[in-house]
């Protein structure tokens, strides 16, 4: 059985981020990934996914992401090449692919069950982040569609969808970036929001909305309209939309048919496939065993640390596990918070 003072589960941004800092405290850790190289979440992102912000702004703790040699901000590729080479310069160490099942309480510490075996660690901290677990509405006559259905975690490209009727769910960025590209080959796309969605300024990117997020949350104003991470970000395709007078959303549907949709005023719509874009929840099946999860579905946290098993720590699931911490930028000061502390119960 492998045994470290501390384990971190996930290999991701937030991960990396923490092995920064670990290692730079010298101290005796190991990181657990499931994927089978390094890029975390972003080896599952579309083809022309791009970061909202530019290279410099988007970076780990140490060391600046290297600006890209073309317009534009960093793409998918990029950021997973800095991944892999920023594991490479600090040295860290990751088992993968390492699927982990459960942890289980064992005397003074954790031990974590995996595919291949078993590993023990005093404290564990859970980065596993959001993306394997995507989130689909349960829409009346969902099940009974015949047509396409995918979610945003496993769209790739536009092309698949050529020629057909395609309706794109969700008013975030996901939504508004994949409905701008397949609105381009489609018969017919319509996207479908809630409500209507925010279209940020153009000189409003991804730094722009952390450190208003981060100003809120400090001032403890959570209710001051700052515009948010779930605001509409004018990348190229957005701003493209836009300009051809094309980026309008409608209400949702009531319900679904075999053939199609069902909107609020009844009338019935033909559709070819269905694009969810609806959002993830927090991937902590894996915690299940400790009984510390919540109604929601999270788990009950003091700071990083969970209140009901003080040896295990979370991070990176979104602001409830810390300020931005699911973006790269936040990863890395929730990181440098986290650590410090992590080290004091060792």
């Known amino acids: 059985m492998i045994s ?67 317009d534009g901000f960093p793409t998918r590729d990029e950021v997973i090449a800095y991944f892999s080479r920023y594991e490479e310069r600090y040295d860290l160490p990751v088992d993968r692919p390492i699927k982990v099942l459960e ?39 969902r099940r009974r569609f015949e047509g396409r259905q995918i979610h945003s ?35 017919e796309a319509v996207w479908v929001t809630i409500r209507e969605p925010i279209l940020l300024p153009d000189d409003v990117d991804g730094r722009v909305l952390f450190e208003r997020a981060i100003a809120r949350l400090k001032t403890g104003n959570r209710d001051e309209p700052v515009g948010g991470i779930g605001n509409i970000v004018m990348v190229p395709p957005v701003k493209a939309a836009r300009d051809r007078g094309i980026l309008r959303s409608v209400r949702p549907f009531v319900r679904m048919t075999e053939t199609g949709v069902v909107w609020q005023d009844g009338r019935e719509a033909e559709v070819d496939a269905i694009i969810w874009c609806t959002g993830f929840r927090p991937a902590l099946d894996h915690l299940r065993s400790l009984n510390v999860l919540n109604g929601d579905g999270r788990v009950d946290l003091q700071g990083h640390q969970t209140i009901e098993e ?26 440098r918070d986290l650590v410090p502390r992590l080290i004091s119960c060792l």
């Open 4 to 70: 470290h003072d501390i384990i971190v589960i996930g290999g991701g941004q937030m991960g990396l981020a923490l092995g920064y800092y670990l290692r730079r405290a010298r101290t005796d850790f190991l990181i657990l990934d499931s994927e089978p190289g390094p890029g975390g979440t972003w080896r599952h992102g579309w083809d022309s996914l791009r970061l909202f912000s530019p290279a410099g702004y988007s970076s780990l703790p140490g060391w600046l992401m290297p600006p890209a040699d073309h």
């Open 103 to 141: 942890i289980q309480r064992a005397g003074e510490g954790l031990v974590i069950n995996t595919h291949t075996g078993d590993y023990t660690a005093k404290l564990v901290v859970s980065a596993t982040g959001t993306w394997s677990k995507p989130y689909v509405p349960d829409i009346p006559g």
């Open 153 to 187: 975690a496993d769209y790739r490209a536009p092309d698949q969808f050529e020629g057909q009727r395609v309706l794109v769910v969700g008013g975030g960025n996901s939504g508004a970036q994949i409905f701008a590209e397949v609105a381009d080959v489609a018969a």
């Open 310 to 335: 003080p040896r295990l720590w979370l991070a990176g699931y979104g602001d409830w596990s810390g300020p931005g911490s699911a973006t790269i930028m936040g990863a890395g000061r929730t990181a």
